[in-house]
Protein backbone atom coordinates (compact mmCIF):
# COMPACT_ATOMS: atom_id res chain seq x y z
CA UNK A 1 0.00 0.00 0.00
CA UNK A 2 1.17 3.25 -1.04
CA UNK A 3 -0.07 6.50 1.43
CA UNK A 4 0.76 9.93 1.50
CA UNK A 5 -0.47 12.98 3.25
CA UNK A 6 -1.70 15.95 1.81
CA UNK A 7 -2.59 19.49 3.77
CA UNK A 8 -5.59 21.80 3.54
CA UNK A 9 -5.80 24.86 4.90
CA UNK A 10 -9.54 25.55 6.01
CA UNK A 11 -8.94 29.13 7.00
CA UNK A 12 -11.01 30.23 10.21
CA UNK A 13 -14.13 29.60 8.60
CA UNK A 14 -16.70 26.17 8.02
CA UNK A 15 -15.67 25.21 4.39
CA UNK A 16 -15.68 22.85 1.78
CA UNK A 17 -12.56 22.75 0.48
CA UNK A 18 -12.10 20.14 -3.08
CA UNK A 19 -9.33 17.60 -2.68
CA UNK A 20 -9.93 16.10 -6.00
CA UNK A 21 -6.95 17.43 -8.09
CA UNK A 22 -4.63 16.38 -5.13
CA UNK A 23 -6.73 12.89 -5.05
CA UNK A 24 -6.28 12.49 -8.73
CA UNK A 25 -2.34 13.50 -9.26
CA UNK A 26 -1.96 11.02 -6.17
CA UNK A 27 -4.35 8.28 -7.62
CA UNK A 28 -2.48 8.14 -10.96
CA UNK A 29 1.09 8.40 -9.70
CA UNK A 30 0.37 5.28 -7.04
CA UNK A 31 -1.27 3.22 -8.94
CA UNK A 32 1.15 3.49 -11.87
CA UNK A 33 -1.64 3.45 -14.50
CA UNK A 34 -3.89 0.35 -12.95
CA UNK A 35 -6.45 -0.16 -10.77
CA UNK A 36 -7.16 -0.47 -7.21
CA UNK A 37 -8.85 1.68 -4.58
CA UNK A 38 -7.97 4.85 -3.07
CA UNK A 39 -8.72 5.52 0.76
CA UNK A 40 -9.03 9.46 1.81
CA UNK A 41 -8.62 9.41 5.21
CA UNK A 42 -8.87 13.04 7.55
CA UNK A 43 -7.78 11.85 11.52
CA UNK A 44 -9.32 14.86 12.99
CA UNK A 45 -12.36 14.75 15.27
CA UNK A 46 -14.05 17.35 13.82
CA UNK A 47 -14.18 16.87 9.92
CA UNK A 48 -15.25 14.74 6.94
CA UNK A 49 -14.88 13.87 3.51
CA UNK A 50 -17.72 14.01 1.07
CA UNK A 51 -18.13 12.74 -2.43
CA UNK A 52 -20.47 15.82 -3.64
CA UNK A 53 -21.20 18.23 -6.51
CA UNK A 54 -19.30 21.55 -6.60
CA UNK A 55 -19.17 24.86 -7.87
CA UNK A 56 -23.12 24.76 -8.53
CA UNK A 57 -24.42 25.81 -4.78
CA UNK A 58 -24.29 22.62 -3.11
CA UNK A 59 -20.95 23.41 -1.30
CA UNK A 60 -23.26 26.28 0.37
CA UNK A 61 -26.31 24.20 0.54
CA UNK A 62 -24.16 21.62 2.44
CA UNK A 63 -23.03 23.86 4.99
CA UNK A 64 -26.75 25.57 5.47
CA UNK A 65 -27.87 22.03 5.67
CA UNK A 66 -24.95 21.38 8.62
CA UNK A 67 -25.91 24.76 10.29
CA UNK A 68 -29.59 23.88 10.72
CA UNK A 69 -28.20 20.38 11.96
CA UNK A 70 -25.61 20.98 13.88
CA UNK A 71 -26.03 24.87 15.01
CA UNK A 72 -22.85 26.71 16.34
CA UNK A 73 -25.15 27.81 19.49
CA UNK A 74 -24.17 26.96 23.52
CA UNK A 75 -26.55 23.50 23.53
CA UNK A 76 -23.32 21.15 23.35
CA UNK A 77 -22.01 19.32 27.00
CA UNK A 78 -18.44 19.69 24.53
CA UNK A 79 -17.91 22.77 25.40
CA UNK A 80 -14.49 24.22 24.80
CA UNK A 81 -13.37 26.64 22.03
CA UNK A 82 -15.35 28.47 19.71
CA UNK A 83 -19.14 28.82 20.33
CA UNK A 84 -20.49 25.97 19.32
CA UNK A 85 -17.59 23.73 18.62
CA UNK A 86 -19.16 20.47 20.62
CA UNK A 87 -21.31 20.51 16.92
CA UNK A 88 -17.64 19.73 15.09
CA UNK A 89 -17.08 16.53 17.46
CA UNK A 90 -20.64 15.43 15.92
CA UNK A 91 -19.90 16.34 12.26
CA UNK A 92 -18.09 12.77 11.51
CA UNK A 93 -20.91 10.91 12.55
CA UNK A 94 -22.94 12.61 9.44
CA UNK A 95 -20.05 13.52 7.19
CA UNK A 96 -17.73 10.15 7.47
CA UNK A 97 -14.02 10.95 8.00
CA UNK A 98 -13.24 8.73 5.28
CA UNK A 99 -14.34 7.64 1.37
CA UNK A 100 -12.85 4.59 -0.72
CA UNK A 101 -13.23 5.31 -4.46
CA UNK A 102 -12.14 2.81 -7.07
CA UNK A 103 -9.39 3.52 -9.88
CA UNK A 104 -9.13 2.37 -13.13
CA UNK A 105 -6.89 2.68 -15.53
CA UNK A 106 -4.93 5.14 -13.23
CA UNK A 107 -8.05 7.35 -12.97
CA UNK A 108 -10.18 7.80 -9.99
CA UNK A 109 -14.15 6.14 -11.16
CA UNK A 110 -16.32 9.36 -9.49
CA UNK A 111 -19.52 9.90 -11.46
CA UNK A 112 -19.88 12.95 -14.10
CA UNK A 113 -20.52 15.25 -11.11
CA UNK A 114 -18.56 14.40 -8.12
CA UNK A 115 -16.03 15.84 -6.26
CA UNK A 116 -13.56 14.52 -3.37
CA UNK A 117 -14.22 17.29 -0.85
CA UNK A 118 -12.55 18.01 2.50
CA UNK A 119 -15.47 19.12 5.41
CA UNK A 120 -14.64 21.26 8.08
CA UNK A 121 -17.02 23.53 10.09
CA UNK A 122 -14.36 23.84 12.60
CA UNK A 123 -13.29 27.60 12.63
CA UNK A 124 -10.94 26.86 15.81
CA UNK A 125 -7.79 24.12 13.37
CA UNK A 126 -7.42 26.18 10.03
CA UNK A 127 -4.94 23.35 8.61
CA UNK A 128 -5.43 20.13 8.42
CA UNK A 129 -4.23 16.61 7.29
CA UNK A 130 -5.87 14.10 4.38
CA UNK A 131 -3.97 10.90 4.30
CA UNK A 132 -4.55 9.15 0.78
CA UNK A 133 -3.58 5.39 0.68
CA UNK A 134 -3.35 2.99 -2.61
CA UNK A 135 -4.10 -0.31 -2.30
CA UNK A 136 -3.45 -1.76 -5.85
Known sequence: MES???????GGRESVADITGECAQFARSASGGG???LHVFVPHATAGVALI???????SDLLAALAD??????????????RGHGRTHVL???VAPYATIPVLGG???LGTWQSVALIDLNVDNPDRQVRLSFLG
Open 69 to 82: LLPADDRWQHAHGS
Open 107 to 109: RLA
Open 53 to 59: ELGAGSD
Open 4 to 10: QIIRVRT
Open 92 to 94: PAF
Open 35 to 37: DGL
